[in-house]
């Protein structure tokens, strides 16, 4: 009896050492707000994962391989590949990260030497928006592909390995896209009260390069998404808790500034 009950801790030590390495995800996902430097909270709700970004501010989407080997990584933002423009589909193009690496996205791929910059900004000013794609805004999302084989770590930025292209899909959804096609937000964001998107902001320099990658499945091991909305938003869907008490700002005018009435100046 002694012997079964050892056997049996032992095999329940084995399970629960080998637990973590199979549950733990290809790829950490994050968002960091560039203006301020800080990395958005994260707010589980109701099975998603909520961040709050600010109108106006700069953002990057922040990746760590957490394996030995590399991952391919295909980068949705409001339902838009990152990198082609196209309605996102995970057997699409994508970054290569080598074993452990973090390296953060800035923006949309414009080419191989630059990005335009993610910004938060209005609904109806999302790039999705704009190019007649506004179902998914406030959501990123990414999906995470196994190497076939093995190549030596570079350390190097992520380079971009091609995916298959869709025949449902052009090789730019935003050239297809009729220019008054944005015209078409008002109903659809209202009903779904999104208060921002991503916007297509200024060029920066972020050189890259292109490599090959066999995914080992033809389905990704793992997708993530990161909704994300206003701070107020987020207050009226109970993702986070509203704040008690008066919030003071130096530079708003104040209702109780304090004091007692005073007599007011005489003319002369």
Same mark, same amino acid.
């Given at each position: 009896?002694?012997?079964?009950?050892?056997?049996?801790?032992?095999?329940?030590?084995?399970?629960?050492?080998?637990?973590? &390495?199979?549950?733990?995800?290809?790829?950490?996902?994050?968002?960091?707000? #560039?203006?301020?430097?800080?990395?958005?909270?994260?707010?589980?709700?109701?099975?998603?994962?909520?961040?709050?970004?600010?109108?106006?501010?700069? =953002?990057?989407?922040?990746?760590?391989?957490?394996?030995?080997?590399?991952?391919?990584?295909?980068? !949705?933002?409001?339902?838009?590949?990152?990198?082609?423009?196209?309605?996102?589909?995970?057997?699409?193009?994508?970054?290569?990260?080598?074993?452990?690496?973090?390296?953060?996205?800035?923006?949309?791929?414009?080419?191989?030497?630059?990005?335009?910059?993610?910004?938060?900004?209005?609904? @109806?000013? !999302?790039?999705?928006?704009?190019? @007649?794609?506004?179902?998914?805004?406030g959501v990123i999302g990414v999906a995470a592909f196994?190497?076939?084989?093995?190549? =030596?770590?570079?350390?190097?930025?992520?380079?971009? &390995?091609?995916?298959?292209?869709?025949?449902? @899909?052009?090789?730019?959804?935003?050239?297809?896209?009729?220019?008054?096609?944005?015209?078409?937000?008002?109903?659809?964001?209202?009903?779904?009260?999104?208060?921002?998107?991503?916007?297509? @902001?200024? #060029?920066?320099?972020?050189?890259?390069?292109?490599?090959?990658?066999?995914?080992?499945?033809?389905?990704?091991?793992?997708? !993530?998404?990161?909704?994300?909305?206003?701070? #107020?938003?987020?207050?009226?869907?109970?993702?986070?808790? #509203?704040?008690?008490?008066?919030?003071?700002?130096?530079?708003?005018?104040?209702? /109780?500034?304090?004091? /007692?009435?005073?007599?007011?100046?005489? =003319?002369?």
């Amino acid at each position: 009896m002694l012997h079964r009950i050892l056997a049996s801790l032992s095999m329940l030590a084995l399970l629960a050492a080998c637990a973590p &390495a199979h549950a733990r995800p290809l790829i950490d996902v994050s968002v960091v707000d #560039r203006d301020t430097g800080e990395w958005l909270s994260q707010h589980p709700h109701r099975g998603d994962v909520w961040v709050a970004g600010s109108p106006g501010h700069r =953002y990057s989407v922040r990746l760590t391989n957490t394996t030995g080997e590399r991952v391919l990584v295909v980068l !949705s933002v409001d339902g838009v590949n990152a990198v082609t423009g196209q309605t996102a589909h995970p057997s699409q193009a994508g970054y290569v990260l080598e074993p452990w690496q973090t390296t953060e996205i800035s923006g949309w791929r414009k080419s191989m030497h630059d990005v335009a910059q993610f910004v938060f900004t209005d609904l @109806g000013d !999302s790039y999705a928006a704009r190019t @007649g794609r506004p179902r998914n805004v406030g959501v990123i999302g990414v999906a995470a592909f196994r190497e076939a084989r093995t190549y =030596y770590p570079q350390y190097s930025p992520p380079p971009i &390995a091609r995916g298959r292209m869709e025949k449902r @899909g052009t090789a730019n959804d935003a050239a297809a896209a009729p220019e008054g096609a944005s015209r078409s937000i008002a109903a659809e964001g209202s009903a779904r009260a999104q208060s921002i998107g991503t916007g297509h @902001g200024e #060029r920066e320099w972020a050189p890259t390069s292109r490599t090959g990658f066999e995914r080992a499945t033809r389905q990704p091991e793992q997708v !993530s998404e990161v909704r994300y909305d206003e701070y #107020r938003r987020l207050v009226a869907l109970g993702v986070v808790p #509203r704040r008690h008490g008066p919030i003071w700002r130096e530079d708003a005018p104040a209702a /109780f500034p304090g004091g /007692f009435v005073a007599d007011p100046p005489r =003319y002369r």
